[in-house]
């Protein structure tokens, strides 16, 4: 049967039934006594045959979509009046759990929040359930604290929590002045980690749990780490104590080589699937010092390595280049790969032959690319592999075009996201440039801002592009025929809105409302490989 409190509360929500208590129709804007005549039930440890649903009268009826709606309002009535819902746990089914966890996330219930994560009935806990809304820093704080309560604890019944899933939710500042930056939540977890490990020893006089300890507790996690931040994430990493953090995403951001050696011997080898490495300055011989410690990871994909310093023009790198190739292919899983603002030219041969398995994602930016690179590309193993191909920042106008323009059919088959930013492109190029491009029928992501393009060249690349049924993301530049007249580089907004309110009127004549073209790289910068 259901558990009587929430049907109580809930006023019999299941299928057949009536949503007739003010939990219910108050929260949901409904009238009183709205029947149910279409909706899924609650789960329950047994199955029974459903009533014959009921004869619609004057009011709406429920479907499945607003039905679920339903719950989740009732849910957020229930987390706003902390003691009944605090009554209401030791009652709920474990498949109630999670509607309930939701709405106190929603609504900054820190209080039910940390009961709820501490009598969490499964074994895992995910915080990604909304992608379109994240924690904030309160809540994180509250769940962090609750689980790391749940260890120590010599009451209650043993928690039930194994594995907590925070991955995917610390992504940026853009969520608010108290949302959670994946640095900020670097440290949040650090610390956590740390009072887990003081704590480790239980105190004199204190109350012990019978039977065996309880086990740790493993928390999957993004890290974003910096010299600030360096030293108290490595301490947290080394701790062994009751809770564990294992990597999904590693960033570094301006550390030292000795800094950065550390702290990726100190990571958890399974589970990690990328290594970022930026603005850090290691040159070609520190590079030569951390990829081989990257063999260590065996789930390791993405390996990310822009502004390392490194330029082919320095006497005595040939022999460094050849160490970092051999390097390169000792990673066995490596699918992607980015070197942007390293001085490559003519040796991408060099530097992709040891690898062991195409690459699917392949970012070269501000390069200093030579045709031969764009030759080796089309004609290697990875062009039909290619998913992401970012070649922004080197001047494709020239010497690179015909490179460039058999390249394209070469990756066609597989491309997805395709990076020309700041790539000395104008309106000449377009004749040529579009029919190798309407090759790549899967392509989803173009990227062309910083392009020298006319409003009228805008035009022509969307009505060239409309076969690519694919295409949902253009970043386009700014018309040069739309700066201001003082050429101060001003852009007056009403000649940007015109131009833009023009092509969105195409592309509805078009049938094609679903694509987006901007000139915001704010909130469109392209899509992660992983999500490709």
Same mark, same amino acid.
């Given at each position: 049967?259901?558990?009587?409190?929430?049907?109580?509360?809930?006023?019999?929500?299941?299928?057949?039934?009536?949503?007739?208590?003010?939990?219910?129709?108050?929260?949901?804007?409904?009238?009183?006594?709205?029947?149910?005549?279409?909706?899924?039930?609650?789960?329950?440890?047994?199955?029974?045959?459903?009533?014959?649903?009921?004869?619609?009268?004057?009011?709406?009826?429920?479907?499945?979509?607003?039905?679920?709606?339903?719950?989740?309002?009732?849910?957020?009535?229930?987390?706003?009046?902390?003691?009944?819902?605090?009554?209401?746990?030791?009652?709920?089914?474990?498949?109630?759990?999670?509607?309930?966890?939701?709405?106190?996330?929603?609504?900054?219930?820190?209080p039910l929040l940390r009961d709820v994560v501490r009598s969490w009935p499964f074994p895992v806990l995910s915080l990604r359930r909304d992608p379109h809304r994240h924690p904030d820093k309160l809540c994180v704080q509250a769940v962090l604290l609750a689980v790391t309560a749940g260890l120590w604890s010599g009451t209650g019944p043993r928690p039930c929590l194994r594995v907590l899933d925070m991955t995917g939710i610390q992504d940026g500042a853009e969520h608010g002045p108290d949302g959670v930056t994946l640095w900020s939540g670097t440290v949040l977890l650090a610390k956590a980690c740390l009072e887990a490990s003081q704590r480790r020893t239980e105190p004199r006089g204190a109350k012990r749990r019978k039977g065996s300890p309880v086990p740790p507790v493993e928390i999957r996690v993004?890290?974003?780490?910096?010299?600030?931040?360096?030293?108290?994430?490595?301490?947290?990493?080394?701790?062994?104590?009751?809770?564990?953090?294992?990597?999904?995403?590693?960033?570094?951001?301006?550390?030292?080589?000795?800094?950065?050696?550390?702290?990726?011997?100190?990571?958890?080898?399974?589970?990690?699937?990328?290594?970022?490495?930026?603005?850090?300055?290691?040159?070609?011989?520190?590079?030569?010092?951390?990829?081989?410690?990257?063999?260590?990871?065996?789930?390791?994909?993405?390996?990310?390595?822009?502004?390392?310093?490194?330029?082919?023009?320095?006497?005595?790198?040939?022999?460094?280049?050849?160490?970092?190739?051999? @390097? %390169?292919?000792?990673?066995? +899983? !490596?699918?992607?790969?980015? #070197?942007? *603002?390293?001085? &490559?030219?003519?040796? =991408?041969?060099?530097?992709?032959?040891?690898?062991?398995?195409?690459?699917?994602?392949?970012?070269?930016?501000?390069?200093?690319?030579?045709?031969?690179?764009?030759?080796?590309?089309?004609?290697?193993?990875?062009?039909?592999?290619?998913?992401?191909?970012?070649?922004?920042?080197?001047?494709?106008?020239?010497?690179?075009?015909?490179?460039?323009?058999?390249?394209?059919?070469?990756?066609?088959?597989?491309?997805?996201?395709?990076?020309?930013?700041?790539?000395?492109?104008?309106?000449?190029?377009?004749?040529?440039?579009?029919?190798?491009?309407?090759?790549? @029928? %899967?392509?989803?992501?173009? +990227? !062309?801002?910083?392009?020298? #393009?006319? *409003?009228?060249? &805008?035009?022509?690349? =969307?009505?060239?592009?409309?076969?690519?049924?694919?295409?949902?993301?253009?970043?386009?530049?700014?018309?040069?025929?739309?700066?201001?007249?003082?050429?101060?580089?001003?852009?007056?907004?009403?000649?940007?809105?015109?131009?833009?309110?023009?092509?969105?009127?195409?592309?509805?004549?078009?049938?094609?409302?679903?694509?987006?073209?901007?000139?915001?790289?704010?909130?469109?910068?392209?899509?992660?490989?992983?999500?490709?």
């Open positions: 049967m259901g558990n009587p409190f929430w049907e109580d509360q809930c006023g019999g929500l299941r299928a057949g039934g009536r949503l007739d208590h003010p939990l219910c129709t108050q929260s949901a804007g409904l009238p009183l006594s709205v029947p149910v005549t279409t909706f899924c039930p609650l789960p329950h440890t047994h199955s029974r045959p459903l009533p014959a649903p009921e004869t619609p009268t004057m009011t709406p009826t429920v479907t499945p979509t607003t039905a679920s709606s339903l719950v989740s309002l009732c849910a957020r009535r229930l987390a706003a009046h902390l003691p009944t819902a605090r009554r209401a746990l030791p009652l709920l089914p474990a498949e109630l759990y999670p509607v309930l966890l939701h709405a106190a996330l929603l609504d900054r219930r820190v993004d890290l974003f780490v910096n010299s600030t931040s360096g030293a108290i994430l490595k301490a947290a990493l080394r701790s062994g104590g009751a809770v564990r953090l294992r990597c999904r995403d590693f960033h570094a951001e301006e550390l030292s080589l000795g800094g950065t050696v550390d702290l990726l011997e100190a990571l958890e080898p399974v589970g990690l699937r990328r290594v970022e490495l930026r603005f850090n300055n290691l040159g070609l011989e520190g590079l030569c010092q951390v990829v081989p410690r990257l063999a260590r990871f065996p789930d390791l994909a993405s390996v990310r390595l822009p502004y390392s310093n490194v330029d082919v023009r320095r006497p005595g790198t040939e022999d460094g280049l050849q160490e970092l190739a051999e @390097a %390169l292919g000792w990673l066995r +899983g !490596l699918r992607e790969l980015n #070197l942007g *603002s390293c001085r &490559l030219a003519g040796r =991408l041969r060099l530097l992709l032959g040891s690898l062991q398995r195409p690459l699917e994602s392949l970012e070269l930016p501000f390069c200093h690319l030579q045709p031969c690179d764009l030759t080796f590309l089309a004609h290697s193993p990875h062009a039909s592999a290619l998913k992401k191909l970012d070649l922004s920042g080197n001047d494709l106008s020239s010497s690179l075009l015909p490179a460039f323009l058999h390249l394209l059919p070469a990756v066609s088959s597989s491309l997805r996201h395709l990076d020309m930013a700041e790539c000395h492109l104008g309106d000449a190029h377009l004749p040529i440039l579009l029919p190798p491009l309407r090759r790549c @029928a %899967l392509l989803s992501y173009l +990227g !062309l801002f910083g392009n020298a #393009l006319s *409003s009228k060249g &805008l035009k022509v690349l =969307l009505e060239g592009t409309l076969p690519l049924t694919s295409l949902r993301l253009v970043v386009h530049p700014y018309p040069i025929d739309c700066h201001g007249d003082d050429g101060d580089g001003d852009v007056p907004e009403g000649r940007v809105a015109a131009v833009r309110d023009e092509l969105r009127g195409m592309l509805r004549s078009a049938g094609r409302d679903e694509e987006m073209w901007t000139s915001s790289l704010h909130h469109h910068g392209g899509f992660d490989f992983f999500v490709l």
